[in-house]
Each structure stands twice: as C-alpha cells, then as structure tokens.
C-alpha cells in the first residue's frame, strides 16, 4: 500500500466511526461473565483440579494458549466437570512470528496457528482468538505493518466463517493501532463480521482514556481484558512498573469504563490478565474484580 492510500484511507475511515447509538444505562454489570488465562492458576495441581479451583472462587471460564502443551481430551473433561467454560483461545506466536515479519514464511507460520486455533476454539466451544495483528518497528513500518497483517488476517477469515469462531484483535505495547480511530479503521476494512477487537483497559491507559476507545469503538469490541494500570508508577518509577498495581487501585476508572460499555450495549466476558498466583492470590484477584465490575 504506497503512503498516501494508506493515510487517505485512514482519514476516510473516519467519518464512519460515529460513537455506538446510546443505550439506556442498566443496574445490570456489563461485564457479567469473569474468566482469567490458565497460566495465571500457579497451584500444582491437574488441569481438573485447577479449573475446580477457579470455578470454586468464583471464575465462569478460563482461557488458554493456542497452541499449547496440554492434553486436549484432559482438558474437555476437565472443562464439563468443573462446568467451567473456555471462552477463548489466545494466540501464542504473534509476537515471536508476527504477521508484520519481512519474511513471507514467519507470516504464514502465524497464520497456520491462527487457523489452527479457530478450529480448536470450535472444539472447546468458545467464541474467539485473540490476535495481536502487528509489531512495528526499526525494520517494519507502520503502513507495512498494515499492509501485510491485512492480507494474512484475510487468509483466516474463511476458516472464521467455516467454524463460527471470531478473530479478536487486541491492541498491546506493539507501535501499531495506537489510537481508536485507527483501531476502528482497522477492523472496518475486513467489512466482515468475524473479526472484532479484544479491548485490553490496562494497555490503553498509558496513552489514552480506555472509556474513549470504549465508545469509538462500539459493537466492535467483543470481549474485555481486565488489567490495570498507573500513571503515578509510570511517571516516578518507569513505564512497565505501571502495571504494577492491583485491579481497582490505578488509573483505569472502571466506573466510567463500566458506563462506556453499558452504553455501546456490551454484556459478556471480562477475563484477568495480571500476575497470577496460588489460591489466596486468585481468591484476591476474583473479588478485586467483582468490587469493579459494580462501580
């Protein structure tokens, strides 16, 4: 794509980027399903007994790497008897081998494990794969980045359709989508319902206000990661430290994330990305969540 197409488009784009309609606020949590990723239960225990655990403290679903190392008739016992749902899958290899790669190769390695991963999602009966589109960088530029991660996700979106598993791009510390405009941009071009954006609120907050991104973005999102994040660590201790703070105790405003997606219409899945740990600290992490969800 030369340059000036690329900006064009993205210029273009938005003026169809109206906020979502306004809906009547509810008493109801948008966020109503909680969920956490697998590698966050650090208990020495089977794949059964962990997800007793988690469903024990509270937790609807957990989420897991794709791929990953674990027996999958394991994991579907595993899943019916603790009556714990697996609402998704979280790609693996989007950072080591990127869709952004200069190599056509580490391109399509991504692409094959996405695929790869709608179909087993479809297996564990949830709804989505996380995606993380691009990395941007000193060798990758940004309308390169868009380009090439444009052309793989479209490689995947007859294996969307096939399964009914939706591709859900979710914006990280990657140099790429850093605004919502763009980010709307972004998912608009496919004009495909399945793919959608995973929104992270801890990742945006660095550089934006996530209730923001909640309503440029709108129907688009399709599920929410729980994280966190301070900007007083950020300024005196450096940009990583500002995770370092418990959910509810930085600068995420979960009340005014909460009305943002109460607004576009939003009920679903909320899953934990932060450190996780034995039960004390899941027990922790599950009321942190709950006290949130309500604010």
């Known amino acids: 794509m030369q340059r000036r197409t690329f900006t064009k488009r993205v210029i273009a784009g938005t003026s169809l980027m109206g906020l979502a309609p306004h ?110 589109p691009a990395v941007v960088n000193e060798s990758v530029g940004y309308d390169q980045a868009w380009e090439r991660s444009t052309e793989e996700i479209k490689k995947m979106l007859p294996t969307a359709h096939e399964t009914g598993i939706k591709i859900a791009i979710e914006n990280v510390w990657n140099n790429f989508l850093i605004s919502p405009l763009e980010a709307a941009q972004y998912i608009d071009q496919f004009d495909d319902p399945m793919i959608g954006w995973y929104f992270d609120v801890g990742n945006i907050v660095r550089y934006g206000w996530p209730d923001q991104w909640v309503r440029i973005l709108g129907k688009r999102i399709l599920k929410v990661d729980v994280k966190e994040y301070s900007r007083k660590k950020q300024s005196e201790e450096g940009i990583w430290e500002g995770f370092k703070v418990k959910l509810g105790d930085g600068d995420s405003d979960w009340s005014k994330v909460n009305k943002a997606l109460n607004d576009i219409g939003y009920s679903g899945w909320g899953s934990a990305e932060v450190p996780g740990g034995d039960r004390a600290r899941l027990e922790e992490i599950s009321q942190r969540m709950d006290r949130i969800f309500q604010l």
């Open 23 to 132: 809906l009547a606020f509810s008493s109801a949590p948008p966020i109503n399903k909680k969920s956490l990723k697998f590698g966050m239960i650090q208990e020495d225990l089977s794949v059964l007994d962990k997800f007793k655990l988690v469903k024990e403290l509270g937790f609807d679903g957990v989420e897991l790497d794709s791929p990953h190392q674990l027996n999958e008739d394991e994991i579907l016992e595993a899943k019916a008897t603790a009556n714990l749902e697996i609402p998704g899958l979280v790609n693996s290899l989007h950072w080591k081998k990127p869709l952004s790669d200069p190599d056509p190769a580490i391109r399509a390695a991504c692409t094959e494990s996405m695929i790869d991963a709608l179909h087993m999602c479809k297996k564990y009966g949830g709804t989505t794969v996380l995606l993380v």
